[in-house]
Nanobody
């Protein structure tokens, strides 16, 4: 079992930055993905960090602006978000996958956090 708890969301102006954290407890050797969901929209893949921590994959919509990293000592994964836009407003989720490299598909993830709200004002 894995428990995931996100934090770090909030209100930020367009062009600003936020760093989200995802603290994991229990067995933690998973590929870690980040997703978001805006009201009335499907859950959207943002990026994934492989189980070994050496490979990343990002959605085109956030590539170059968002970065995923991991601190193994703290069992925490981060999503650094820069150059934020109003269209980045959503609830952000981290997720853990047994697949070594994770996936872009939400259904491939075994555990999910509760989500944290990010609001970007114009």
């Amino acid at each position: 079992q894995v428990q995931l708890v996100e934090s770090g969301g909030g209100l930020v102006q367009a062009g600003g930055s936020l760093r989200l954290s995802c603290a994991a407890s229990g067995r933690t050797f998973y590929a870690m993905g980040w997703f978001r969901q805006a009201p009335g929209k499907e859950r959207e893949f943002l990026g994934v960090l492989s189980r070994g921590g050496t490979t990343t994959d990002y959605a085109d919509s956030v590539s170059g602006r968002f970065t995923i990293s991991r601190d193994n000592a703290k069992n925490t994964v981060y999503l650094q978000m820069n150059s934020l836009k109003p269209e980045d407003t959503a609830v952000y989720y981290c997720a853990a996958s047994n697949s070594p490299y994770g996936s872009r598909r939400p259904g491939e993830y075994d555990y999910w956090g509760q989500g944290t709200q990010v609001t970007v004002s114009s």
